[in-house]
């Protein structure tokens, strides 16, 4: 049996869970803006205290790879790979918005019936999105998204979407007078669901190679120039 530990920090909410195979064994998480780098090596502590497992017992680390947050993403990626080079454990990358997919998936009934749409919020009317089948398959790839009233047009007249996450908001305001649009609040990027969906990554060998792995950031940070009074 494998010891799994998953970090989540795409977002605002910092997260950190420990998995036996697919048995959530410990979990926590800290809703606190710019709080991640000074918490999540706290948090990586007491949840291994609390299961009673050693950093050593581990046989693989787990890291939300975004979409998100530039920074936090950073500071998650940072964690995982100084992790996993101290330990001599291989690295997985899990996709932030599958990860928040699976977690509608799992409680829908008869999700067969239904396209599933994460989304972050970006900037103004932008959101990272992309939309994706009951197992997980892509029906349009992760791209950050400019909403309009038309956005999604063709697949809705096909069948019932369910939109959920931070970004979700801003397609309601557009999108909700169709039949076919469904919208969940309060889900969030979390290790939980990150450390489910690792576990079939570790027992393919789904490695990362650390001396080259980035998350997917999928727009640059945004940098200005100060003004020169």
């Known amino acids: 049996m494998a010891y799994l530990l998953s970090l989540e920090t795409s977002s605002s909410v910092c997260s950190v869970a420990l998995h036996q195979d697919q048995q959530l064994l410990s979990y926590a998480e800290l809703q606190m803006e710019k709080s991640h780098s000074s918490h999540i090596t706290v948090m990586v502590q007491q949840v291994l205290e609390y299961a009673g497992v050693r950093l050593e017992q581990l ?5 939300s790879g975004g979409p998100g947050s530039y920074t936090g993403l950073r500071i998650g990626s940072g964690t ?54 009951h197992d997980l398959q892509e029906r349009l790839p992760v791209e950050p998204m400019i909403l309009e009233a038309s956005s999604f047009a063709a697949d809705l007249e096909k069948q019932p979407i369910i939109f959920f996450g931070s970004g979700a908001a801003k397609a309601k305001e557009l999108l909700a007078p169709h039949p076919n649009a469904l919208f969940l609040e309060n889900v969030k990027p979390t290790a939980k669901a990150i450390g489910a969906l690792a576990y079939p990554k570790w027992q393919a060998a789904q490695f990362e190679d650390m001396a080259y792995y980035e998350p997917f950031y999928l727009k640059e940070v945004y940098i200005t120039k100060p003004s020169v009074k």
């Open 59 to 63: 046989e693989a680390i787990s890291v």
């Open 80 to 133: 995982a790979k100084g992790l996993c080079f101290s330990l001599d454990k291989p690295l997985i990358s899990v996709s932030t918005l599958a990860s928040m997919a699976h977690q509608v998936i799992s409680v829908t009934p008869a999700p067969e019936r239904y396209l599933f749409c994460p989304m972050l919020d970006a900037r103004r009317s932008e959101v990272y999105t992309c939309l994706l089948a």
